[in-house]
């Protein structure tokens, strides 16, 4: 029997969970989906991979399940559901529609880097539920081509992450726009000064739930560092991979420039691989991470654009190949592996200039990351 019946969920909504082997709910869902299903707003503090997606999902669909057939509901966008990068609005939209697979209710799915009349063909379709990144779709808005107007339900999903990518003045241009009485759902692994200021001008007497990852969640990451000059990196990292014989590595670098060029000498050691980065049109982007998903390659190489939007089943390791300066930046990162309670390995090559970047990391987690390196240490 699944635990999620406990908040009398549809029976259509409870068929999908089964089908996917949804047994028990996680703590954020746990605590979320009845405040949800009250329709209070929220604020959610949780890091990423603590079913967050269903912990919203799933109360926003069981609110529509049942009129989802009457052409004065919907037929109009009633839910707007905001995520900073393409790759996590994709995973949110296939995550309605999985949940909702037999709840008759459309899913609309935009995002940059496709053309336009892409997107103007998904909302003639006329989604209920619409999943964008802020600057495509306030690109559509000041076309006139999205209304609004009709608008239940806001979710903000990933907000410190959009603060870091510079979308804030987006968001708040958007919701600008939407109607003054809806629902308000707000989801963010940190709460810096300017998403707490944000929270305070758009949430009306929201609920706050922190989800800290109790023991049997805990992602069972372990967290290694390398101290070498830059130069050697490419070097240590190839024998990283060949002396690891991993089946699925994620390296995440600092530029797209760096990202093929280190793609490329990866390759050029018999490792398959490729890049992952903005720069990359949206069809090739789906169909590498395909490739990697079904291990067709071994190593993908990724800006931060796939931080937080990349989901791959038993992703074995992750690599910083270079330590990034924003410590959120990497606890983003390494939760890409050990999901769902699996083990996973975090591998970090840091040069001397990227010191001050552990340093801060490990105060941030208050974990200090082992030093693997044979010959050179801290001091």
């Known amino acids: 029997m ?50 967050k997606t269903a912990a919203f999902a799933l109360p926003i669909l069981n609110r529509y399940v049942n009129v989802a057939k009457d052409p004065n509901v919907f037929n109009r966008i009633k839910v707007l559901v905001l995520a900073p990068t393409r790759e996590l609005a994709i995973q949110i939209g296939e995550n309605f529609r999985t949940y909702g697979q037999f709840a008759n209710i459309q899913t609309g799915v935009i995002f940059g880097g496709v053309t336009p009349k892409r997107h103007i063909k998904v909302l003639k379709k006329e989604p209920s539920i619409l999943v964008a990144t802020p600057g495509r779709l306030n690109d559509l808005l000041e076309d006139g081509v999205v209304d609004l107007s009709s608008l239940d339900v806001f979710v903000l999903d990933e907000a410190d992450r959009m603060l870091e990518l510079g979308m804030l003045q987006d968001v708040k241009d958007i919701i600008a726009l939407l109607p003054k009485e809806r629902q308000n759902l707000m989801f963010s692994a940190t709460m810096p000064k300017e998403i707490a200021s944000l929270v305070a001008s758009i949430l009306h007497n929201p609920v706050r739930i922190e989800v800290k990852q109790e023991k049997r969640y805990q992602p069972k990451i372990i967290q290694e560092v390398y101290f070498l000059e830059e130069t050697h990196k490419g070097e240590k990292l190839i024998d990283i991979l060949k002396d690891g014989d991993y089946e699925s590595v994620l390296i995440f670098v600092r530029t797209k420039k760096k990202a093929d060029k280190l793609a490329k000498f990866i390759n050029v050691n018999n490792i ?24 067709e390659i071994r ?44 083990k996973g390995l975090a591998i970090s090559l840091c040069s001397k200039d990227e010191r001050e970047f552990l340093d801060r990391i490990e105060k941030l987690q208050g974990v200090k990351v082992t030093n693997s390196s044979l010959t050179l240490g801290r001091n």
């Open 2 to 51: 699944s635990l999620f019946q406990e908040f009398n969920l549809d029976s259509k909504l409870i068929e999908a969970l089964s089908e996917q082997e949804y047994k028990k709910p996680t703590p954020i869902q746990k605590k979320a989906i009845p405040i949800i299903l009250e329709g209070r707003d929220l604020i959610g503090c949780a890091q990423t991979g603590t079913g």
């Open 272 to 295: 398959r691989t490729k890049a992952f980065h903005g720069d990359i049109n949206q069809t090739q982007r789906i169909k590498v991470l395909d490739m990697f998903k079904n291990k």
């Open 299 to 342: 190593v993908l190489v990724a800006t931060d654009v796939a931080a937080r939007g990349i989901d791959i089943d038993q992703l074995e390791v992750v690599i910083n190949f270079n330590i990034p300066n924003v410590p959120e930046t990497y606890i983003h990162r390494i939760g890409r592996t050990g999901r769902a309670g699996e």
